[in-house]
């Protein structure tokens, strides 16, 4: 499975980011997927999972600003992030899990909230 971020930037605050991830690979090994972050000095985060057939889990941090989505068709995994704040200000990083049980990352995506 290989995992390829994009869709980071600059934003100030208020503003609104749409990162998209997209998974190629044996594709249909993922049982889920979802997003991570982490912010300079602090240990990597879940932002939000979604898995095959489950509920989609948040962050208590991100809930009513951020969606995450699965495109089939598209083979993406997408966070639409909305009154993003300084403190969303990481790296975020899309994630898939497998039914072997691995995990696979992609390269990690800039996001920077300006106040």
């Known amino acids: 499975v290989q995992l390829q971020a994009s869709g980071g930037g600059f934003v100030q605050a208020g503003g609104s980011l749409r990162l998209s991830c997209a998974v190629s690979g044996n594709i249909f090994s993922i049982n889920n997927a979802g997003w991570y972050r982490q912010a300079p000095g602090k240990q990597r985060e879940l932002v939000a999972t979604i898995p095959s057939g489950g509920d989609i889990k948040y962050a208590d941090s991100v809930k009513g600003r951020f969606t995450v989505s699965r495109d089939n068709a598209q083979n993406t995994v997408n966070l639409q992030m909305n009154s993003l704040k300084p403190a969303d200000t990481a790296v975020y990083y899309c994630?898939?899990?497998?039914?072997?049980?691995?995990?696979?990352w992609g390269q990690g995506t800039l996001v920077t909230v300006s106040s």
């Open positions: 994630y898939a899990h497998t039914t072997y049980a691995r995990d696979f």
